[in-house]
C-alpha cells in the first residue's frame, strides 16, 4: 500500500490542530510560542495508523507561505471549516491553494457542531458546496465532527482510512528528490532534515546534494513513519540524519537530491492560471512571491506574449527569480501578490532551465505549449529544442524532466530513431542536440567558411579556432568538433591540420596576380642574405601596394613555398632548408654555435641570423643558451 500524505487546510482557529490530536493522538503543536499563542506557526506532523501522515498547517494568513510549503506535496485534503464562523478569507485560499496544487482528493470537515443548531449546519454546508463548486472538492463527503467533544471523530477515521486504501502507489521514476520543509539538530545525532520524497530512492550511506547551494552531504540514518530503516523512496515521510554541517546550512526551501542531476536556475517557464479572484490583473514584470516546493522566491513575471493578463485567464510566462531555486518539468507551483500578500495563481513548470526569452520571439510560446503535456517521454524531443540551446546531457535530461538515467537515455534513442536528435557519446557519457539546432550551425559553419574564402581567396582557410569565433563562438567544444567531422564525413569540408576548407576550395590566381606571384618568388630567389628584402622591400621594389605583398606572402605560405620568420620576414622554402642542413652539420662538428659565428657561417645580417635561429628553436632543432646554440638531444 502507498504511503499517504494529508495536509489539514482552513482558517485560523478552526480547529485543525486538536482535530489532528483527536485522529493521532499528538498534539502537533510543540514550540513554546505555539503552544502560548495557541495557533499554529510552524509546520506539524502526526502519524495515522501505519500507512499515512497528516501534515498540520497555519491558518493564519500570515502563515499562509508555511501552509503552501506543508500542502505542495499532499495526497489527500482535509479541509477544516468551523460550524461557529462558516466559511472565512483563509477558507477560500486555502481551497485556492490546493487546486492550484494540483491535489485531486479531499474530505470537508464541519468542526465545532456542538456550537450551531442543525438550521444553522444545513446554511454552513451550503456556503461550502458554494465554496467548492468546480473544484476537486464539489464532489467531497462532509464530515460533521466536534473535535473537542469527540462527536463524529470515529466515523472520519473510517472515511479516511477509506481513501487511504485507495491511494495509488507513486510513480517511482527519476532521481531522488526531497523539498525540505523543517531542519533541526539532535543531540549526538547532528542535524536532521524531513520531508516528502517526489522522486526515486535513497538509502543509509548514500550522498546527496543540497541544492541551490550544491554542496554534497552523505546521508548517516534514515527514518519514516517514526521507525529507523534503510532505504526511503517516492511517497514516503521521512527524516535524514546529516552530520557535520550546521543548521543553517540546510533549510526549508532547500532541496535534498540525488548528486549531479539538478542546477539551480534564476529563470523558470511555466504554464500560469490568474486566479478569477485575483483583485488585479497582472502585469508584465509583477513582482511576485513564487511558491514550489517548500521554497519561497521573488520573482518577476514575465509575460512572453502580452503586456496584461486579466484574471481568470492562463499565459505561458517566464519567471526571474531574485534568488535560484531547483525545479523540475511538471512541477506545480503557487503566486502569491507581493503586498499585501494574497494567493493569485499557480501553473506548471514548463522548462526549468530556460533561456532568457525574446519578446519578439514568437514562436516561444509554441515551443512552450509543445511542453505542456502530461507525460515527461513525450516532450523529451521538444525540450531540446527549448533551455540552453546547444548539447544536452541525459544526466541533466533526466533531472530537468525527473526521468531515471536509463529513461532519459532509452527516450533519447527513439528521438535519434525519430530523426529528430543527434547522440553523441563521450567521456561515459551520452550527449544529445536536436537535429533542427544541429542542421542550423552545421549551416552556420558551412556558411562561415564560404564567407572566409569569399574573403581571403588566397588562404587555404581559417583555423579551428578562428572558424569557431567567427561563427558559433559560444558553442560548446566537444559539439563543435563532432560537427566538424560530421561535415568532413559528408564531404562538404576538408580539415588539412587545424586548417579546415570548403571541400571545392582551392587557392588559384588571377593573371596579374601569378605575375605578382612568380616576381616575388624570383626576388626572393635572386637575393643573399645580406640584400634580402622584407614586405616592405618587395612593395618598394615592385612597385605593389603593402596590402597586396602581404596577401601574396601569406598564400605562398601557405603553398609551403615560403616560410614566414620573426619581425615580418619571409624567407624561400629552399633556402630555409639548405640554411637548417647547413646549421646542423656545423654543430655536428663543432658542437655550439653564436649568433655572430651563424651570421657569418650564412653570409647573412644579424637580423635574418635571429629570425632563422628563433624559427629552428621553435622547431626542436636547436636549443638555446643566451648567445649560444646546440643540437637539441
Not at 208 to 237: C, K, W, Y
Not at 267 to 286: I, W
Request: aromatic fraction near 4%; hydrophobic fraction near 40%; charged fraction near 25%.
Amino acid at each position: 500500500m502507498a504511503h499517504t500524505i494529508i495536509g489539514t487546510a482552513g482558517h485560523i482557529d478552526h480547529g485543525k490542530t486538536l482535530l489532528v490530536q483527536m485522529l493521532t493522538g499528538t498534539h502537533t503543536d510543540q514550540a513554546p510560542q505555539e503552544k502560548a499563542r495557541g495557533i499554529t506557526i510552524e509546520l506539524g506532523f502526526a502519524f495515522f495508523g501505519d500507512e499515512a501522515t497528516i501534515i498540520d498547517v497555519p491558518g493564519h494568513e500570515r502563515f499562509v507561505k508555511t501552509m503552501v510549503a506543508g500542502v505542495s506535496t499532499i495526497d489527500l485534503a482535509l479541509l477544516v471549516i468551523a460550524a461557529d464562523d462558516g466559511v472565512m478569507p483563509q477558507s477560500r485560499e486555502h481551497v485556492d491553494v490546493l487546486k492550484l496544487l494540483g491535489v485531486e482528493r479531499g474530505i470537508i470537515v464541519l468542526n465545532k457542531i456542538d456550537l450551531v443548531d442543525e438550521e444553522w449546519l444545513d446554511l454552513v454546508e451550503e456556503e461550502i458546496r458554494e465554496l467548492v463548486e468546480g473544484s476537486f472538492l464539489e464532489e467531497a463527503p462532509i464530515a460533521r465532527v466536534s473535535a473537542l467533544s469527540g462527536t463524529g471523530i470515529d466515523e472520519l477515521k473510517d472515511m479516511l482510512t477509506e481513501m487511504i486504501a485507495a491511494t495509488d502507489e507513486k510513480v517511482n521514476q527519476g532521481p531522488f528528490r526531497l523539498p525540505v520543509d523543517r531542519t533541526f539538530q539532535v543531540k549526538g545525532f547532528g542535524l536532521v532534515s524531513t520531508g516528502t520524497v517526489l522522486a526515486g530512492n535513497l538509502s543509509e550511506g548514500d550522498n546527496v546534494e543540497v541544492q541551490p547551494a550544491g554542496n554534497p552531504l552523505r546521508v548517516r540514518g534514515l527514518q519514516s513513519h517514526g521507525q529507523t530503516i534503510s532505504t526511503i523512496q517516492a511517497g514516503d515521510r521521512a527524516a535524514l540524519n546529516l552530520p557535520g554541517i550546521d543548521v543553517d546550512e540546510v533549510s526549508r526551501g532547500d532541496v535534498l537530491c540525488s548528486p549531479g542531476y539538478f542546477r539551480p536556475s534564476h529563470m523558470l517557464d511555466a504554464q500560469l492560471d490568474l486566479l478569477a479572484s485575483s483583485p488585479n490583473p497582472l502585469v508584465h514584470r509583477a513582482r511576485i512571491r513564487l511558491h514550489i516546493g517548500t521554497c519561497e522566491a521573488l520573482a518577476r513575471v514575465h509575460l512572453i506574449d502580452r503586456e496584461v493578463l486579466e484574471p481568470g485567464s492562463s499565459a505561458m510566462v517566464q519567471f526571474r527569480l531574485e534568488t535560484p531555486t531547483v525545479a523540475v518539468w511538471g512541477d506545480r507551483y503557487v503566486i502569491r501578490r507581493y503586498s499585501p500578500p494574497l494567493t493569485i495563481g499557480g501553473g506548471r513548470i514548463l522548462d526549468p532551465q530556460p533561456i532568457k526569452h525574446r519578446r519578439a520571439d514568437t514562436g516561444y510560446v509554441e515551443r512552450l505549449k509543445r511542453l505542456d503535456r502530461e507525460r515527461p517521454d513525450d516532450v523529451l524531443g521538444d525540450k531540446l529544442l527549448c533551455g540552453q540551446a546547444g548539447l544536452h546531457t541525459a544526466m541533466e535530461l533526466a533531472g530537468a524532466l525527473g526521468l531515471s538515467a536509463a529513461r532519459a537515455e532509452a527516450g533519447l534513442q527513439e528521438v535519434e530513431a525519430a530523426g529528430l536528435a543527434v547522440l553523441i557519446q563521450s567521456e561515459n557519457q551520452l550527449f544529445a542536440v536536436h537535429r533542427t539546432i544541429w542542421d542550423d550551425l552545421s549551416r552556420r559553419i558551412t556558411e562561415g567558411l564560404t564567407d572566409y574564402h569569399a574573403e581571403f581567396p588566397l588562404r587555404p582557410g581559417p583555423n579551428r579556432e578562428e572558424l569557431k569565433n567567427r561563427c558559433v563562438r559560444r558553442l560548446e567544444a566537444i559539439l563543435y568538433d563532432q560537427l566538424l567531422l560530421a561535415l568532413e564525413e559528408q564531404g562538404k569540408i576538408v580539415m588539412e591540420g587545424a586548417v579546415v576548407r570548403m571541400a571545392d576550395h582551392s587557392i588559384s590566381f588571377s593573371a596579374a596576380e601569378e605575375e605578382l606571384k612568380e616576381e616575388i618568388e624570383a626576388a626572393l630567389s635572386g637575393a643573399d642574405f645580406a640584400t634580402m628584402p622584407d614586405a616592405d622591400g618587395l612593395a618598394q621594389s615592385l612597385g605593389a601596394e603593402k596590402k597586396q605583398i602581404d596577401s601574396m606572402l601569406r598564400a605562398l605560405q601557405d603553398l609551403g613555398r615560403v616560410v614566414a620568420l620573426e619581425g615580418g620576414l619571409f624567407l624561400q622554402a629552399q633556402k630555409v632548408e639548405q640554411v637548417r642542413d647547413q646549421l646542423r652539420l656545423e654543430l655536428e662538428e663543432k658542437g655550439q654555435i653564436k649568433v655572430a659565428e651563424f651570421r657569418d657561417l650564412i653570409g647573412s645580417n644579424r637580423r635574418y641570423a635571429l629570425a632563422l635561429l628563433s624559427l629552428f628553436d621553435n622547431e626542436g632543432l636547436t636549443q638555446r643558451s643566451g648567445d649560444v646554440r646546440t643540437l637539441k638531444k
